[in-house]
């Protein structure tokens, strides 16, 4: 299956484990504003102490993984920016 199919499969579905994926939005800084701002809370639901437990970590990644390949890039500038500005340490450099 060529990339440009598996993208349009993916973008089929519009939830992660009852998490939006906003595939149905049309306007891109929107939607990658909102998938930014449900992984930082994933984060914030699962954390004890500073710290991300298995479950958060889990629901992170399947949730970015749902993400088609070509929009990852630009969601996870945008999650890394909204840990930064709820007072989390920078992801990456």
Known sequence: MEQAQVNQEVKKVNEFKGY????????ELLRYRNRGVVMANMCEQNMKKDRINMKG?????????????????????????????????????
């Open 20 to 27: 939006s994926l906003f595939n149905d939005i049309e306007d």
């Open 57 to 93: 970590i889990g629901l992170v990644l399947g949730y970015f993984n749902a993400i088609t390949k070509d929009e990852r890039t630009k969601t996870m500038a945008t999650f890394e920016m909204m840990m930064e500005t709820r007072g989390y340490a920078k992801i990456s450099d």
